[in-house]
């Protein structure tokens, strides 16, 4: 079945440094691939999104790059701010029918 | 905000009982999720409807069920709870019927079952 992985944290970063949240995905067809945010006490928001192969998401200097070749969705930002703390969770959308399925969440914390 | 509302904030009843949470989506939007937020199980996609009528079905169990109303507001039944029900339960909606569309989250309902 279709399903998605990322790794795990929680991840701890000094403010400006260099982020990489690896996502993997197992899916037939061609999925739609997703980046979602939740900071604290709040649902989830859209960050970036990719819906065909080599497509680039990018939003808020977050980007993502849907690789079909290796089944990946790995999520970067040149420099992380402390405001960027929260949860991300990758996730797909299969082509074929309304199969959403999530990522088990990375928790980011940024320090100052 | 997302525009998208759910009630109520936070739901403790005992096992056995049933519960219902409601959500609103935001204006415009036909499309319906609901999902379960647990510490074990991760985020599951339950269900959604479009337009009042059933269009998927994720991990939902057979005690749970949802419905959605002219208005477009939906319903969560939650039956005969076990302690591993306890959980965040999101209500997401979206404009088209796909997946692929962007859904946007509402606050989610905690429910704690003693």
């Known amino acids: 079945g279709n399903s998605v992985t990322q790794m795990e944290g929680p991840v701890t970063l000094s403010e400006e440094a260099f982020l990489t949240i690896n996502c993997t995905y197992t899916?037939?067809?061609?999925?739609?691939l997703f980046w979602y945010v939740q900071y604290p006490g709040e649902g989830l928001q859209l960050l970036l999104k990719a819906t065909k192969a080599d497509d680039k998401g990018s939003n808020k200097g977050f980007e993502a790059t849907y690789r079909k070749e290796t089944t990946s969705f790995h999520l970067e930002k040149g420099s992380v701010q402390v405001s960027d703390s929260a949860v991300y969770f990758c996730a797909l959308s299969a082509y074929n029918n309304n199969d959403m399925r999530f990522g088990a969440g990375t928790r980011l914390t940024v320090k100052p | 905000d997302s525009g998208v509302t759910q009630t109520p904030k936070h739901l403790i009843t005992a096992t056995g009982q049933r519960v219902t949470l409601r959500c609103s989506p935001r204006?415009?939007?036909?499309?319906v999720y609901w999902y379960q937020q647990s510490l074990d199980q991760g985020l599951q996609f339950l269900i959604q409807y479009y337009n009042g009528e059933e269009r998927a079905k994720g991990n939902i169990l057979e005690r749970f069920s949802a419905q959605q109303f002219p208005d477009l507001h939906s319903e969560l039944n939650l039956s005969s709870l076990e302690l591993g029900d306890s959980a965040l339960y999101f209500c997401?909606?979206?404009?088209?019927?796909?997946?692929?569309?962007?859904?946007?989250f509402g606050p989610g309902t905690r429910l704690t079952v003693l």
């Open positions: 899916a037939t067809g061609y999925p739609s």
């Open positions: 204006s415009g939007d036909l499309s």
């Open positions: 997401a909606s979206s404009t088209g019927t796909s997946t692929a569309n962007e859904q946007f």
